[in-house]
Structure formats: C-alpha cells, structure tokens
C-alpha cells in the first residue's frame, strides 16, 4: 500500500492477517492510501529500497469479506464464487475501486510491518530494532526481488544467500520496521501505529 510518504510493506507467513490488516488501511484508519499489491511485489534493495506491483488477484477468506460492507456489497452484487479453499479471488483493481482508493505501481518503502494473529485479545503494536527487522523479513522468506515466494527462496545458493541476507539487513536498517498482533481493536491499533511511521518518516 502507498502513503503520501512512502509504501508500507506488510510481512507475515499465512493466516497471520496480511489481508485483512491492508484492507482495514485501505478504508483509511491512517489517513489516504493507494493499493500497489497483495502477496506479490518486487522489492528493489538497491539505493533506497523500492516495491513495485505485480498484477495479482486478491483472495478473500469469507470472514474477512464479512468484516467490509464494501466486499460483501461487491461479491453479493457479481456473484463470485470461493475456491476449494474457501477462497473468492478479485482483481486488485476491484478491490481498489471497492474502497474508492487509488491504485500505484510502487514507489519507495517507509516501512515494513510483520503481521501476527492473535484472535479474541486486544491487539499489541510494537517497533522493532534493526535486528528484529532482519529476522522479520528473513522469516517472510523473501528472495531476491520477490515477496513471498517460497520456492525462490530454496533455490538460494550458499553465496547468493550471504547476499541475500546482508541485502535484507540493509533494508532493514534503512527502513522503519514493527509488529502488528491482529486482535479485537487491530483497526485503531495498526491505524495509530502506521500513522506514527508515516509520520516520522515524514520528519
């Protein structure tokens, strides 16, 4: 998702509530956003680090639609249909226009935050430190340029892996990093929390 400062990177292995916590940025809760991508996006390293979006579908759980007026308006209205996983898949584009935001081919990071899911407790926030932000984007498995691909990351050799991994703290070091634990208030507490790292890096 882009800011007026910068993209806001959203890390965390499945289930952890990637999705959902975008979509509750995209209604708002810190302030103006565009949608660059969900799951896939080329992250650039090198200089200030950069996304850039893919074209990828979105997947929706049906208790994440249920959460969004404008999703359960929209797949009521096109009558889409969930997967074998219980998964219905839009366009980004649709989910863009859903929320009435812009959508943005990338642009410099301002910060990457590593979701968690906590269900029925109240949601914690917290930022972390250079060496947290490297465990954090190493556990997201990302290879070179691509999030979230799995697969790329096996195929890492030992000596492009060193790379790999000093590139990844470079990013964390010149990028703002923090926690997110969904729970019961995670629009107020991710809204807050986002708008403070939108904020300072602003400054």
């Known amino acids: 998702m882009l800011t007026p400062t910068g993209a806001v990177c959203l890390l965390g292995g ?21 949608l660059v991508a969900n799951s896939l996006a080329f992250l650039n390293p090198a200089g200030p680090v950069q996304v850039h979006a893919l074209p990828t579908t979105i997947g929706l759980r049906a208790p994440t639609i249920a959460l969004f007026p404008a999703l359960r308006d929209l797949t009521r209205a096109t009558g889409t249909l969930a997967d074998e996983e219980n998964r219905t898949y839009l366009p980004a584009a649709t989910v863009a226009a859903a929320f009435t935001v812009a959508r943005a081919a990338g642009g410099p990071v301002t910060a990457f935050i590593d979701m968690a899911f906590r269900e029925a407790r109240p949601a914690v926030w917290r ?8 465990t954090a984007l190493t556990a997201a498995r990302l290879p070179d340029g691509l999030l979230d691909d799995p697969h790329e990351h096996a195929r890492l050799t030992a000596d492009h892996a060193r790379g790999h991994r000093r590139r990844l703290r470079e990013c964390a070091k010149s990028v703002a990093a923090a926690r ?10 991710l809204g807050r929390g986002v708008t403070d790292l939108v904020a300072q890096a602003a400054r």
């Open 127 to 134: 930022r972390l430190d250079t060496r947290q932000g490297t």
């Open 180 to 189: 997110c634990e969904s729970g019961t208030d995670t629009p107020t507490v």
């Open 14 to 34: 499945r289930g952890s509530g990637k999705t959902t916590a975008l979509l509750h940025l995209l209604t708002g809760v810190a302030g103006p956003v565009a």
